[in-house]
């Protein structure tokens, strides 16, 4: 079986490349939204993008393409209420991301952890996770999917961080989110990612498992896409990360004042998706 995203046209760069675990520097803040009412009696104000699809249209989907090198770790997707090098007192998910004990973990905080998690460590080599988050009927559900097959499922009837539970939360993250307290095998601190990241696609909606599958074959779904964040359309000479979707969610600020992740040429080894990297 092939696993090839040239469609995707993530076949030709990776970003963020090199960070340490609780220093980085290298993640970017996505644009923010002003939610002025939350139908799930969670708070209102500002809100990072995800919060922003999630509250808006009751489901977000998030897909992203990355590369696990041995050892790999860190945050892929989180939000907290401040930003880098603050540390918030209260308030923050990493969303996503791969544990110190290389488990891949997707989870959110509704007054208690709740999280849906691999049963092993994830192997080195290139990747597809998918976390989404929906309401439905009085009832918030979470679920995780990992190289297009789904990991597990999780509902609450609490209201969730995401949602706007204990919010707003302005600072949403790809590469970085605060980890402290109850999220299991962390840095307990500002926990980036150490691999490289190639994709990531945001969706108003939950993806059917054969969406998740025909995106993990290298197709593009376009149904419900919000924003779409393709390597190849990321400038590291000024750290804007153009959004591919047509919807305008370009990101513009790097987490890290001024320091933007390297942008480099790869060659994919074909044929798995657990390739050697090649930086050439």
């Avoid at 998690?117 to 559900?141: D, F, K, L, Q, R």
């Amino acid at each position: 079986m092939s696993y090839t995203w040239t469609s995707l046209g993530v076949s030709q760069a990776v970003l963020l490349t090199g960070n340490n675990l609780t220093s980085g520097p290298y993640a970017w803040q996505l644009p923010q939204c002003s939610i002025s009412s939350n139908p799930y009696g969670g708070a209102t104000g500002t809100y990072g993008l995800f919060s922003c699809i999630a509250i808006t249209y009751g489901a977000i989907s998030a897909v992203v393409l990355f590369y696990e090198p041995p050892l790999g770790q860190g945050v892929l997707l989180g939000f907290q209420t401040v930003q880098y090098p603050n540390s918030p007192s209260s308030g923050w998910t990493p969303w996503l991301y791969i544990g110190t004990n290389l488990v891949l973990y997707a989870g959110d905080w509704t007054g208690s952890l709740w999280q849906v998690s691999t049963s092993s460590a994830i192997p080195p080599g290139w990747h597809m996770a998918v976390v989404e988050e929906w309401y439905s009927g009085g009832t918030y559900y979470l679920a995780l999917y990992l190289d297009g097959v789904l990991i597990g499922q999780s509902s609450t009837t609490s209201l969730p961080q995401l949602f706007g539970g204990g919010g707003p939360y302005p600072y949403h993250n790809i590469g970085t989110a605060y980890s402290r307290g109850s999220w299991p095998n962390t840095t307990q601190t500002w926990f980036w990612f150490n691999g490289n990241i190639a994709y990531v696609a945001l969706y108003n909606t939950t993806l059917v498992a054969s969406a998740v599958q025909s995106i993990y074959m290298g197709n593009r779904v376009t149904i419900g896409l919000m924003a779409e964040y393709v390597a190849n359309n990321y400038d590291p000479r000024t750290g804007i990360w153009y959004d591919s979707s047509g919807k305008g969610y370009n990101i513009t600020t790097a987490v890290v004042t001024g320091r933007y992740a390297p942008k480099e040429s790869i060659l994919w080894t074909l044929g798995t998706v657990g390739g050697v990297l090649t930086i050439y």
